[in-house]
């Protein structure tokens, strides 16, 4: 009996201790003007829910407080923005205040030089630095024969499966693509070291950014700083061959006529850039359009008479060209198609620089010292939150 009462008061005890954590958390942020909305735990705030229920989540507090909220994500006060009209008025007037924002785990983990975490100058340098990358002359001379030609050897390797797993085979073929782009002379095991960090660094980007260890965070840091080394001796051992390379990694390391030359450390975050910006939309792009083809044969059908067509034209091993790329009409419709409805970028992030006055609702920008106010806006209004009839 007694040491039931013990227990009973312990639970007692941690109640009243969660209760008084939630209740002071939420008088932290309960500021006169801000929207309504819930901060959920200190630090953690509503991160735990927010990455399990995905869209529902939104749904639900959209329901309970309008389209105009406030919640506490990935470690960041927030201010969610569920408005068709306000989000246009943010997306176009960044200069009143409301610049690109991101989660600091993303940041810490991306890179201080990656293209989203600099402005001015230096957001020209590396923007430029990547654009050069994907030149007209560049897809051309290199990047598209390269895919062309890793695609044949990948699709081969499934000749021999029974069962096609879609779901894992698009994000190895997404990043594999990406890797040798940017590498091509990576040998098969230090393949396999790049992804096995990189699938770390992915997850760890997308967590509360607390540097304990077991955390996802600490494991996202950690797989960065292993990519840097790994990069870092590559470039190096680049450097001694004196060879000339024609990948990506080999214009970025390129000296001579080169209109934006870049740190070492820049070059190894326009790296990890290149490689996170695609994964998670080249992946989930390519399994919808493969689920969606599957749903509706006829266009599946028309998109076989197109390919036919080109292959007809063509010599069994000639790559295809851009002049074919640009043929496919009805390729780049289902493209589009898919993007519209698998809605791959759910929300665009801002934060504020100052105090701003939104749709009646003050925001409140945060020192630095404090965790960053960030603006969420969602473009699953007409799609996820449709209510079922």
């Given amino acids: 009996m007694g040491i039931m009462m013990m227990i009973l008061g312990l639970l007692v005890i941690i109640v009243c201790i ?41 749904k639900n507090q959209r329901l309970r ?50 293209i989203a975490a600099v402005h001015g100058p230096s957001h020209r340098l ?6 050069s990358l994907i030149s007209p002359a560049m897809m051309k001379d290199h990047l598209l024969p390269k895919i062309d030609d890793f695609m044949r050897n990948y699709l081969c390797g499934w000749d021999d499966l029974e069962t096609v797993d879609i779901q894992e085979k698009t994000k190895h073929m997404a990043f594999l693509s990406s890797l040798l782009q940017i590498a091509e002379t990576l040998k098969k095991p230090e393949v396999e070291e790049y992804r096995t960090e990189f699938f ?38 680049r450097r001694e061959s004196g060879e000339t390379f024609t990948d990506m990694l080999g214009y970025l390391m390129k000296k001579e006529d080169n209109r934006y030359l870049l740190t070492d450390k820049e070059i190894r975050d326009q790296v990890v850039t290149i490689l996170y ?66 809605t791959i970028v759910n929300g665009v992030l801002r934060k504020t620089t100052h105090d701003l006055e939104l749709n009646g609702k003050k925001l ?7 965790l960053r106010n960030i603006i969420i806006i969602s473009f699953l209004k007409k799609i996820i939150f449709k209510e079922k009839k």
């Fill in 200 to 237: 770390k660094l992915v997850v760890g980007t997308l967590s509360v950014p607390i540097d304990l260890p077991g955390t996802n965070y600490r494991s996202g840091v950690q797989a960065r700083n292993n990519i840097d080394r790994l990069l870092t001796e590559l470039m190096q051992e």
């Fill in 364 to 370: 409140f920008s945060f020192s630095l010292s404090n």
């Fill in 277 to 342: 910006s695609g994964y998670e939309t080249v992946s989930t792009t390519s399994m919808m359009a493969l689920k969606y083809l599957h749903d509706h044969p006829e266009a599946l059908e028309e998109l076989r008479r197109e390919h036919l067509a080109i292959r007809e034209r063509k010599r069994p091993d000639e790559p295809l060209t851009l002049d074919d790329i640009k043929s496919m009409k009805f390729t780049r419709a289902v493209i589009f198609e898919t993007s519209r409805l698998a």
């Fill in 126 to 131: 590396m923007r430029g630095s990547l654009l």
């Fill in 65 to 114: 407080y309008g389209s105009f909220f406030k919640s506490h994500i990935l470690g960041c006060p927030t201010i969610v923005s569920m408005d068709a009209e306000l989000n246009r008025y943010i997306l176009m007037n960044e200069s009143k205040g409301l610049v690109a924002g991101y989660p600091q785990s993303m940041l810490d983990i991306l890179g201080t030089c990656n």
């Fill in 18 to 58: 969660c209760s008084a954590l939630l209740r002071w958390n939420q008088m932290r942020y309960s500021k006169k003007g801000l929207p309504p909305g819930t901060m959920g735990w200190p630090i953690f705030g509503e991160t735990t829910e927010f990455l399990k229920q995905g869209p529902d989540f939104m």
